[in-house]
């Protein structure tokens, strides 16, 4: 689809304007493509690469949400933007209806984290109780100098294994450190028993400040660079 309907101004930011809506759109075809190709599906953009151990890393992640949280889940945060998160294949349909309608009103980096995060009556009905997880941090590396959906340059992006706290991306969707200083994964209310608090090619260190230093694994040979 290559047109719509919708009068937003060009050059406000505070809304999508034609640019950004037909990003959305983009971004719902290739979701109703992809539909039925996996378990899981996960967002992602050209100018990212995956940090060492990434995929070893997603494996681990989404076994610990289905651990955490056997209910159900919305989604799990694993690095920012529009890459980075992760939702299950049997929601995909749902969460492309959504983007496709509101692609007015939001861009669609801020309309995911508002949909698995329930914010709204729309998405706390089609959930009915499941929420979104945090992973502790960054395993999708940022590498292009502009945003796709903001021609200006941007600066500052986080690294390889920098932890997902608030203001990096959203609060409703960040790792939290005062819940979860101990764990890799937030919420942690719902951790099983015996269940390993991080994974297991790299331990979290001692966190100093604003600082946090990954040991490599000596036993299997690999760890986080």
Known sequence: QETDTIHNPENNANVPNTKVRKQTRAVVALMRESRGRAGHFLFMEDDFIMCPHAIRAMSYITTKAHAYRPGGWSGIRISYGLCGIIINDSDVEELANYLEQHQGRRPPDHLLPEWIAAEKPQAQK???????????????????????????????????????IFPIVFEGEAWNPKQCAHDDLWPCDTRPPNWPLDFALWHSGKKEGESVTLRTDTRSGLGAK
């Open 126 to 164: 089609y959930l009915q109780g499941r929420r979104n997880l945090g992973y502790r941090f960054n395993i999708i590396e940022h590498i292009g100098a502009v945003s796709s959906l903001r021609d200006a340059p941007q600066v500052g992006w986080p690294g390889c294994y920098a932890e997902l």
